[in-house]
């Protein structure tokens, strides 16, 4: 895969390294400590973090503002933009923005829609797709145009992520092509606990090509307990909960917080041998501690230093 952008995560990524992203959520409030705080706990654990962006169609602090106190935290973002909440206009200005407060990675979503959040009557921009959004970054980067093709000087260079959930039912290839011909370099699936599932779409993508145009990190999270586990299953479209996961969660009882970690580990070293993968999204769930204690136990550290 080639490498267009001038990312510490993309010259990770072209050099073979086994990466991996975490995420902080910008806090519903004006003061910073909060996201500083998640950032400083995750500096030598990843090699980049996802800012959000309006998580659950819910109003938070700007991913924009926040990927700045990232990037002062130590932490190289990745910047989450919807275009549920962004005219081009506000997408371009973002993006421009955004690079100058330290961005480089940028990851396109469309978001949830807003009558699941906290301002249910709120509507829904979708002025561009997200293909469009990856053609918008990808112009800027490639020809330095806008999309009225207008040339601007000193334009953003990110390197253009997408999300996949790969496992929904009737799965189709054919959305996450055309994200790679728009531009895309990298993808962040939904959360794996079936890497048997994962692994036969694996196979299905790389007799496809995708993973010569795309790096693919998995996402993992911890399971804290059989309630939470059957909530992933039951209600996050794409997540694959095995019964011997729940069993097993069950099981353990008051110890369900450390099952769901071992587990979690058990999950990153068979995706680690599952071939072309590039990395894993270790996805909170709002709790930091099982993150730090995952990227540990899977002998992942310590992360690399001095890429250049």
């Known amino acids: 895969m080639t490498i267009r952008a001038g990312s510490r995560l993309g010259r990770l990524l072209h050099q073979g390294v086994f990466c991996v992203t975490a995420e902080v959520v910008p806090p519903r409030s004006s003061d910073p400590a ?12 990843v090699d980049a973090v996802n800012v959000t962006d309006n998580p659950t169609a819910s109003a938070h602090m700007s991913s924009v503002a926040a ?3 990232v990037t002062a935290a130590g932490v190289e973002p990745v910047l989450q933009l919807t275009v549920r909440d962004r005219n081009r206009l506000a997408l371009t200005a973002d993006l421009l923005g955004a690079w100058a407060l330290g961005a480089r990675n940028l990851l396109c979503l469309s978001g949830d829609p807003p009558v699941v959040g906290d301002h249910p009557d709120a509507r829904a921009v979708l002025d561009l797709s997200v293909i469009e ?9 490639a020809e330095g145009t806008l999309l009225s093709c207008a040339r601007i000087e000193s334009p953003p260079r990110y390197l253009i992520g997408v999300a996949e959930a790969p496992l929904t039912p009737r799965y189709a290839f054919d959305r996450l092509e055309r994200k790679a011909d728009a531009g895309a370099d990298f993808v962040q699936t939904q959360i794996v606990f079936d890497v048997d599932a994962f692994e036969e779409w694996a196979a299905e993508a790389h007799s496809r090509g995708i993973f010569e145009r795309m790096s693919v990190l998995a996402g993992v999270a911890v399971a804290r307990g059989a309630k939470g586990a059957r909530f992933m ?6 997540v694959l909960v095995p019964d011997r996961v729940i069993d097993l969660l069950d099981d353990a009882g008051p110890d369900g917080d ?3 970690i071992r587990l979690t580990v058990e999950v990153v070293a068979k995706l680690k041998r599952v071939g072309g993968i ?7 769930l ?5 993150v730090r204690k995952v990227i540990e136990a899977s002998g992942l550290l310590p992360r690399p230093a001095g890429v250049r």
């Open 34 to 45: 909060d996201v500083t705080a998640q950032a400083r706990g995750l500096v030598g654990y």
């Open 258 to 260: 450390a099952e769901g």
């Open 67 to 69: 990927a700045a106190f």
């Open 133 to 141: 959004l990856i053609g918008l970054a990808a112009g800027l980067r």
């Open 286 to 290: 709002g709790h930091m501690d099982p």
């Open 278 to 284: 590039a990395g894993i999204h270790v996805i909170s």
């Open 233 to 238: 299953r039951d209600h996050i479209p794409g």
